[in-house]
């Protein structure tokens, strides 16, 4: 079945830094891949997604780009703000959606 | 509309009890999947149900299980409950596509948090 890793599993920035989060999945028949943010107290939230056909996308200050050929896809936040701080979940899927560990990102003032 | 609702939040058991853990789904959702989450693993997947079927299922032993009703609200069920199932388990909801295709956005709710004494 479908194994997702995600590296760092801690990752502290300087307030108006970047922050660069990375996965790996095993199935290459997989073709969703959304990140998922999850705050103290709450479930996670889907933040943005990308299918297979598509190798970049970008809301606003969060993009994630999408090599299928070495299996990796990446989260990128710029200019990040204290409201950053959170889990951060990446997944992927074919019949049922696989997460990977998450990313505790925190946010410096 | 109202979002993922799962109830209760919190549960306190004791080991070899059972537990029943309730969710409604945002309305006109028709699958409803099932996570833990803990701390080491992060969030595994349990099941998916969709249409009152269970569509899909992960590496969890038989004394995980489930079922929907015909008006999607779900229930999942541990039995023999063990100190390891101490978690969060967390519903999601989904807008499934006619074909039942599962790469739909999944909307969550706050979870339960149980503690197996």
């Known amino acids: 079945g479908e194994n997702v890793e995600q590296h760092p599993s801690t990752l502290s920035v300087q307030e108006g830094d970047s922050a660069v989060i990375k996965c790996t999945y095993s199935d290459s028949a997989s073709n969703y891949f959304p990140w998922y943010k999850q705050e103290l107290g709450k479930g996670p939230q889907l933040i943005i997604d990308i299918r297979s056909n598509v190798g970049e996308k970008k809301d606003q200050r969060i993009a994630v780009t999408l090599n299928k050929t070495a299996k990796h896809f990446s989260l990128h936040i710029t200019e990040t703000q204290p409201e950053d701080s959170a889990v951060y979940f990446c997944a992927a899927s074919t019949d049922k959606i696989i997460f990977g560990k998450g990313t505790r990102l925190h946010i410096l003032p | 509309k109202a979002g993922v609702t799962q109830t209760p939040r919190y549960l306190i058991k004791t080991r070899g009890q059972q537990v029943t853990l309730s969710c409604s789904p945002i309305s006109g959702h028709r699958s409803v999947s099932w996570y833990q989450q803990t701390p080491g693993q992060g969030l595994q997947f349990l099941f998916e149900?969709?249409?009152?079927?269970?569509?899909n299922k992960g590496n969890f032993p038989g004394r995980f299980s489930g079922r929907q009703f015909s008006n999607s609200r779900s229930e999942m069920n541990v039995s023999t409950l063990e100190l390891g199932d101490s978690a969060l388990y967390l519903c999601?909801?989904?807008?499934?596509?006619?074909?039942?295709?599962?790469?739909?956005?999944?909307?969550f709710g706050s979870g339960t948090q149980l503690s197996v004494l």
């Open positions: 999601a909801s989904s807008l499934v596509s006619g074909t039942g295709i599962g790469d739909e956005k999944l909307f």
């Open positions: 149900y969709f249409s009152e079927t269970q569509r």
